[in-house]
């Protein structure tokens, strides 16, 4: 009976974990590694051919997002996850192979150009598609027969609709062994979901650390701080843009906008507009509004007795088409425009900051983790300037960090919920944070008597003896610079030259004027010759 890790290892995302057990392979989710975490194009480090089943938590891209790779490469058995869970994976596997075969378009377009060879997309929509067939859903609560000696259940972990903490029971020969695995735990007193579940019960946890080294700041009231912002900006003539993941946290927002309509809390401009321009945003969000019976929370619930719609209300467009969403730039009307992605690293919330970064009368708010590296964490940062599309926009607008607005459990909520297991595990697997959160969460545990260590990639662990039987090893991040890594000789030499340019440009004041254009015109295509 093994347990080996093959992802969120001494990272945020990628989680993929593989329980062995009477010669069954079970795959506890299997998701795309993202951001600074990514490494080898989110290649398999095992034989799809060989797993039997799948497990997945929820619907997060870096926990499922290699689920129509494992279709590509061989797999044939079932996937198993809640019934909520099963409607979101529906549109969120599309979408991720949508944005594989595009992206894998466009490296060909210029690839073309440049003689290179083809590229081919990690997967498809038909590998996606093919992956829809595979699952199998069930309720909160209800136990799994999912092979001999493996039961499971699925328990509510309050972090996106549908999430799921999973138990598994597993038994080879004589030996028996209790698995948890988290997920992701929310964040408490969340609109719509429930608070996590506690569990009390286990022989080995598989924990995420996300926040593991610090605790949320939440505002007295959510509704009343954005609703002061919104008020604030409008009084300006600006337009509130909020970066913001497709699914979930964009329907938290929708839930948050139609009190602050019902309540009346903005006045300069009390009927403004919502606009959500993403059109899986969109798509997630008629799925919220379906049949969410032993999902809601009571406050949710109350509001659907009463008669209203969790999340529409006068003022609210869906925005689908492209052309739709370049006219929201157009439009003169100050608005709130909710768009994805949520760290700004692609989708149209990067068109949006090009017209709004500049306009000191706007406000930019963050209501999510930003990864390190992203451009969401550089604008949090202070960045002056980004660039974007190949242009230099100035920051003017108001950057604005609702810190309170998350929906992982934080320190405090993820120390409360691993306490409550008693007796205390035989050994918790910190996985779901960056490194330094890793081993400080794990250390954490251990100075309160619970064993507890941070895995590292391709670990392999003994479930039936209590050991590690093999250690594993550190990844190095993909490298994203073309080719030079930081540090190396040639991109020392690239430092240099800057240098040297810097100084010819200071030298070059009081040339004459036609000089000076050529001169930027040549480095302008240097540059652009560059990104391209």
């Known amino acids: 009976m093994k347990l080996s890790f093959f992802g969120a290892t001494h990272a945020v995302t990628g989680s993929c974990h593989c329980l062995e057990v009477g010669g069954k392979k079970i795959l506890i989710d299997c998701g795309l590694q993202q951001g600074r975490d990514e490494h080898d194009d989110n290649a398999l480090d095992f034989s799809p051919s060989y797993i039997d089943y799948v497990i997945v938590t929820h619907a997060h891209i870096d926990h499922s997002g290699r689920i129509p790779l494992l279709m590509k490469e061989g797999f044939q058995g079932q996937i198993f996850t809640t019934r909520l869970t099963g409607e979101l994976l529906s549109i969120m596997l599309r979408d991720s192979a ?49 092979c001999e000696g493996v039961k499971i259940r699925f328990r509510d972990a309050g972090h996106l609709l549908g999430s799921s903490i999973v138990e598994i029971w597993a038994k080879e020969g004589d030996v028996e062994r209790k698995l948890v695995f988290s997920g992701d735990l929310g964040n408490v007193d969340q609109p719509i979901i429930r608070d996590p579940e506690f569990l009390e019960e286990a022989d080995y946890v598989v924990m995420e650390s996300t926040y593991g080294d ?27 843009v909020i970066p913001s993941f497709a699914v979930g946290r964009t329907q938290e927002l929708l ?19 919502v606009c959500v321009d993403s059109p899986l ?9 379906g049949d969410l019976r032993g999902y809601l929370d009571e406050e949710a619930i109350a509001v659907l007795q009463g008669g209203e719609n969790l999340f529409t209300f006068p003022g609210l467009t869906l925005v689908q088409s492209t052309d739709e969403s370049k ?17 700004c690293d692609a989708g149209r919330i990067r068109h949006h900051l090009k017209h709004n970064l500049w306009r000191s009368e706007c406000a930019v708010v963050f209501v999510g983790y930003q990864a390190e590296g992203s451009l969401g964490r550089r604008l949090l940062e202070g960045a002056k300037s980004v660039k974007l599309f190949g242009e230099e926009i100035a920051v003017n607008a108001r950057i604005v960090n609702f810190k309170g607005l998350s929906s992982h459990a934080d ?22 944070g960056d490194s330094p959160v890793t081993d400080l969460f794990a250390q954490t545990l251990n100075d309160r008597g619970i064993p507890a260590h941070a895995p590292l990639y391709q670990e392999v662990y003994d479930l039936a003896e209590n050991v590690m039987l093999a250690k594993g090893i550190v990844l190095e991040p993909k490298r994203v610079s073309g080719g030079a890594a930081q ?23 009081g040339r004459p004027n036609k000089d000076l254009a050529k001169l930027a015109d040549q480095l302008r295509q240097v540059m652009e010759n560059w990104e391209n």
């Open 98 to 146: 949508f944005i594989q075969e595009s992206d894998a378009q466009w490296q060909n377009q210029k690839g073309k150009r440049a003689g290179r060879p083809e590229v081919e997309p990690l997967y498809t929509v038909a590998d996606a598609e093919a992956a829809l067939e595979q699952i199998f859903t069930v309720e909160y609560g209800q136990t799994l027969d999912l």
């Open 214 to 240: 610090r605790d949320h700041e939440v505002p007295e009231s959510y509704t009343e701080a954005l609703a002061q912002l919104i008020d604030d900006t409008f009084a300006q003539g600006g337009n509130v």
């Open 255 to 273: 839930y948050f906008l139609r009190e602050i309509k019902n309540e009346g809390l903005v006045k300069t401009h009390p009927d403004f507009q």
């Open 281 to 289: 945003a969109a798509e997630a969000t008629k799925i919220y509004a």
């Open 327 to 343: 006219a929201l730039n157009l439009d003169p009307r100050s608005k709130v425009i909710i768009s994805a992605s949520g760290m």
């Open 411 to 432: 320190r405090t909520h993820l120390l409360d919920w691993i306490g409550r297991f008693s007796p205390a595990p035989k050994q918790v697997f910190v996985v779901h």
């Open 487 to 509: 540090g190396s000789p040639a991109f020392v030499r690239l430092l240099d030259v800057s240098k040297q340019l810097e100084a010819l440009i200071s030298r070059s004041r």
